[in-house]
């Protein structure tokens, strides 16, 4: 049994949490949400609780309890309080700006990045920190990983977009290796 499965989601107030069929739809104050899950799991609503169940005990059905179980709190808790991913620039002349909804980066190119915000997700920048918010924390995480994708960086001198709790694994330059001498 998955302990993550066995315990319910408590649904805060303000949010609705509907059950039809294999289809979860989750609305609170920041937007809906809607999942569909696999027929090997139950779903129920009670007391302020969504309860989730197997209805077997294979591997592939234990591996589905947890998942769902997990991915109904992620959207318990979007439409209550949202998701949010912060991305630092690290770059001389690095710089990322707003043009409307959509992000703007010059990150050493010969022309500027235009990224579109999708339908449910906010940017913020402040100098060189950018914050991509949302309910959904799918949609979050994608978006902040298709601005990273655009300069990852770089293990010499670690310049690049990185997340801000992220640790970039610094190499020696040639000229480190060049006086550690030749291997025997």
Known sequence: ??????QPVIIP?????????????VTGPKGTLKKH????????????????????SGKYVMSLFGTTRALINNDVIGVSTGWSK?????????KAELVGRDLSLTVGYSHSIKINAPEG??????KTIITVD?????????????????RPPEPYKGKGIKYV????????????????????
């Open 1 to 6: 049994m998955s302990k993550i499965g066995k």
């Open 13 to 25: 107030s303000g949010v609705a949490v509907s059950v039809d069929g294999h289809t979860v739809t």
């Open 37 to 56: 899950f696999a027929a090997e799991i139950a779903v129920e609503v009670n007391d302020g609780k969504v309860i989730v169940s197997a209805k077997g």
């Open 86 to 94: 912060k991305l630092e620039l690290v770059g001389t002349g690095f």
């Open 121 to 126: 997700i906010t940017f913020k920048v402040e």
């Open 134 to 150: 949302g309910f959904d924390r799918e949609l979050v995480g994608q978006v902040a990983a298709n601005i990273r994708a655009v």
């Open 165 to 184: 709790d992220e640790v970039i694994r610094r190499k020696a330059g040639k000229a480190a290796a060049a006086k550690a001498g030749p291997a025997a």
